[in-house]
């Protein structure tokens, strides 16, 4: 089992870290445009709808970020009104 594994290792790394490609550039087509000469990876339509998917990621971090934020001075506010031992101390004295 590790001699297969070891030799189906040392074959991929004997064509460079790559696999065989038996069609250039041309033939390749594109699983998300359909047209050829690029591969979906390289697809502008691809990388522009990736680019708004983090978009509308980062401003949902940003969102949450926020509201824990607030969540977090409004439990600072009301540690402020809260009253303590001391205030307690100087209220019997």
């Avoid at 050829?36 to 990736?50: L, Q, S, T, V």
């Avoid at 509308?56 to 509201?67: G, L, N, P, S, T």
């Avoid at 934020?69 to 031992?85: H, R």
């Amino acid at each position: 089992m590790i001699a297969k594994n070891f030799k189906k290792f040392m074959r991929f790394r004997k064509n460079g870290g790559r696999r065989q490609q038996n069609a250039s550039n041309e033939e390749k087509l594109c699983y998300k445009c359909h047209k050829p000469g690029h591969m979906k990876i390289d697809c502008p339509i691809y990388k522009r709808e990736k680019k708004e998917r983090r978009d509308v990621w980062e401003r949902a971090k940003k969102r949450q970020f926020y509201k824990k934020e607030n969540k977090e001075k409004e439990k600072a506010m009301n540690a402020k009104q809260t009253p303590t031992w001391s205030d307690f101390d100087s209220i019997n004295k």
